[in-house]
């Protein structure tokens, strides 16, 4: 079972590009004959057999459900050097056409044994150790066991060009955003976009995605990171309602040149098509349940994401419809 189209993941832009990309070599490529299910492809035993099956008997509720599903699960990175700046996961269902986007806090907290760093608890630093395999992995266990068919990813210089081809992203900016940083031996950043309604080029958008807090620590989201994925979610939204208003040939074959997936070729095909009728009230926007707590690691205080275990199961299982009253008779 496999992904529908090709994403653009600033963990925002990214379901965009997903449309974009996909569409691009679905309108280049796309004939029927060459357009199959990627369901029906043989399964390469070698790689299976090491995997121990249930027996259906044994199935919980959810594993059957998830089992049975013809969901489609994305995990949507947007790159900062060697750590994840935005992740999201990206359920996407066939059947009803409907996509659910779950932001995973970059901070949420994923201790590894032999990685005890504070800075190597948070789920960003995971990518950079473990490479896209291991980070899949991680977030599978955090959202209590949701398979993850497939990555996007996306660094910021992409974003940029996206953005761009795109003409621009209208964004309500909720405050004056001013920040610099001149660090050495870094490229300098500075930010400064005023508050209100206003349409962002690349550049600029890159830094409202970007932008945390002021220098001096008094302007800023406040919720902290909750606040600047929310912000990130309604620069996504704004992006996918302009990419699917538009011709978007130009724009896809940007996202083709910047986005990075292991998705096949015959799976963009097959499902590119479900983009054409992609609408905006199908799609739904979550955040991982939970709240931030300061621990004191080896001596300094870091910043940290909770998550809500058990919340995130029944999110989770509400995507695939099974009901928590069957999965704790079961028990």
């Known amino acids: 079972m496999k992904h529908f189209l090709k994403v653009f993941s600033i963990a925002f832009l990214a379901f965009m590009l997903m449309v974009g990309s996909g569409l691009f070599v679905f309108t280049k490529f796309y004939n029927d004959a060459e357009a199959k299910n990627p369901d029906d492809n043989i399964v390469d035993q070698d790689d299976e057999k090491d995997k121990k ?13 998830v089992k049975e599903s013809k969901r489609v699960n994305i995990l949507l990175l947007g790159l900062e050097g ?3 700046d935005t992740i999201i996961f990206a359920s996407f269902n066939p059947e009803d056409k409907h996509l659910d986007l779950i932001s995973i806090p970059r901070d949420t907290y ?18 950079g150790r473990s490479g896209t395999k291991g980070l899949k992995k991680a977030v599978e266990s955090i959202l209590g066991g949701a398979p993850i068919d497939f990555y996007v990813s ?7 060009r996206i953005v761009d081809a795109l003409g621009g992203v209208e964004v309500n900016v909720p405050f004056h955003m001013v920040y610099e940083d001149t660090t050495k031996g870094k490229e300098p950043l500075y930010i400064d976009i005023p508050k209100g309604r206003q349409v962002l080029d690349g550049e600029e958008a890159v830094k409202f995605l970007r932008f945390r807090k002021s220098n001096d620590g008094k302007t800023g989201y406040s919720d902290g990171d909750l606040g600047r994925m929310k912000a990130q979610q309604q620069f996504l939204k704004s992006a996918m309602k302009k990419t699917l208003s538009l011709n978007i040939i130009n724009v896809a074959k940007t996202a083709f040149e910047e986005v990075r997936t292991d998705m096949e070729l015959s799976d963009i095909l097959y499902y590119a098509r479900y983009g054409f009728s992609m609408n905006m009230d199908n799609i739904s926007m979550d955040m991982l349940p939970g709240s931030a707590k300061y621990k004191t690691v080896q001596g ?3 910043s940290y994401f909770y998550h809500d275990s058990n919340k995130t199961k029944e999110l989770i299982k ?14």
């Open 53 to 65: 099956e249930k027996d259906e008997s044994d199935l919980t509720p959810f594993e059957k459900a």
């Open 82 to 84: 060697s750590r994840t």
């Open 110 to 127: 994923f201790h590894n044994k032999g990685y005890d760093a504070g800075d190597l608890r948070k789920i960003n630093a995971k990518y």
């Open 154 to 160: 996306i660094r910021y210089e992409g974003v940029e």
């Open 300 to 302: 300094t205080r870091y």
């Open 318 to 331: 509400k995507l695939y419809d099974v009901q928590q009253e069957k999965e704790n008779n079961n028990n």
